[in-house]
């Protein structure tokens, strides 16, 4: 599939989209886990990318401290605790991607709708789209509270294209995971892929047992993506 005009919506996910975040989890879980007495692997950290942070701590404790007591190790207690530091940290070294606030305000003044889908939860999302002044741009925040499975069901994107009034068909996503991208494509939303977590080989299949469902349009980054986008918009009007 190309793609020939401007989407009538952009859905968005947050950490790895628009906001250069990683860093920041990574520090989060590592203090959270010190706290723990579980030990910290970045390269295991980032092979959770795209997971929610309870379905992260199940896996670890599984792994690490195996036959873990659920009494003693409240994954849902444990996933805000590591909320909590994240938001610490953001509020002073939280930063977007290049071109993210210029681009959000071009497809605003375009008449394109834009909404952000993400795994997090309602609080620390919106207090970092606050904090990044991306608020006024955006038409709809989908969180993990808004559906009953997080991506990579697609759940989370089909609840987004309804909440803007807009069919599947005629959005674009915007993601930087395999199960961002995934929960996408099978809502049947064109899915648009940026390296900023991942190897371009591991995004063009990204839904497992499915290699001919792909994303149709992979670069470097947020502002790679918004150029791309403004030449469709050039084509539509030539």
């Not at 005009?5 to 989890?25: I, K, M, N, R, Y």
């Not at 709708?113 to 709809?140: C, M, P, W």
């Not at 759940?155 to 309804?162: C, I």
Request: charged fraction near 20%; charge should be negative.
């Amino acid at each position: 599939m190309t793609l020939t005009s401007l989407p009538q919506a952009v859905l968005f996910d947050h950490d790895g989209v628009l906001a250069a975040s990683e860093p920041l989890h990574w520090a989060a879980w590592e203090a959270l886990l010190a706290e723990l007495g579980v030990p910290y692997n970045n390269s295991e950290m980032r092979s959770f990318i795209g997971k929610t942070a309870p379905e992260i701590l199940v896996t670890l404790l599984n792994r690490h401290t195996p036959g873990w007591d659920a009494s003693k190790f409240n994954v849902i207690q444990l996933a805000g605790r590591k909320a909590d530091i994240y938001l610490e940290l953001s509020r002073v070294q939280l930063q977007t991607y290049p071109g993210v606030q210029e681009g959000l305000k071009w497809l605003k003044s375009s008449g394109v709708k834009t909404a952000v889908v993400s795994n997090a939860k309602r609080r620390e999302l919106e207090s970092t789209i606050r904090q990044l002044g991306l608020f006024e741009y955006l038409d709809v925040i989908v969180c993990r509270e808004d559906v009953s499975a997080p991506k990579p069901d697609p759940a989370m994107y089909l609840f987004a294209a309804t909440s803007l009034g807009v069919q599947p068909r005629n959005c674009i996503a915007v993601e930087d995971s395999p199960p961002g991208l995934e929960a996408a494509i099978m809502a049947q939303i064109p899915t648009a892929a940026v390296l900023t977590n991942f190897n371009r080989v591991a995004l063009e299949t990204p839904v497992p047992g499915r290699p001919e469902l792909k994303p149709i349009w992979i670069g470097d980054g947020p502002q790679d993506f918004f150029e791309w986008l403004k030449n469709r918009d050039l084509r539509s009007n030539s």
